[in-house]
Nanobody
Framework: QVKLVESGGGLVQAGGSLRLSCAAS????????VGWFRQAPGKEREFVAA????????YYTESVKGRFTISRENAKNTVYLQMNSLKPEDTAVYYC???????????????WGQGTQVTVSS
């Protein structure tokens, strides 16, 4: 059974930092691309960042470039999202997802976690 579990969310003041983790089990993690998405209240889920299994490139939505960094440790079956200089508009539930192939910015991933809440106060 494939499982993705996010952790590291919480309440932080604007300008602060958080590091999200996504721990995977039940799949050959190193063969999967992993993406982070977020969904704010009343809004659609949106792409945030992604990292392929090759780790050659990383991808970010424009609004987080220079503030967020995605990385992975295949030996630990874990992907991280380091979030710095957080803004109130980053407030959302953050989800990690895994896929074998396809466009990483699309949301048709094979597996999803349950999400972790990130709240940024002004």
């Amino acid at each position: 059974q494939v499982k993705l579990v996010e952790s590291g969310g919480g309440l932080v003041q604007a300008g602060g930092s958080l590091r999200l983790s996504c721990a995977a089990s039940g799949l050959t993690f190193s063969a999967y691309a992993v993406g982070w998405f977020r969904q704010a209240p009343g809004k659609e889920r949106e792409f945030v960042a992604a990292i392929p299994w090759t780790v050659r490139n990383t991808y970010y939505t424009e609004s987080v470039k220079g503030r967020f960094t995605i990385s992975r440790e295949n030996a630990k079956n874990t992907v991280y999202l380091q979030m710095n200089s957080l803004k109130p508009e980053d407030t959302a539930v953050y989800y990690c997802a895994a896929r074998r192939s396809g466009l990483m910015m699309n949301n048709d991933y094979d597996y999803w976690g349950q999400g972790t809440q990130v709240t940024v106060s002004s």
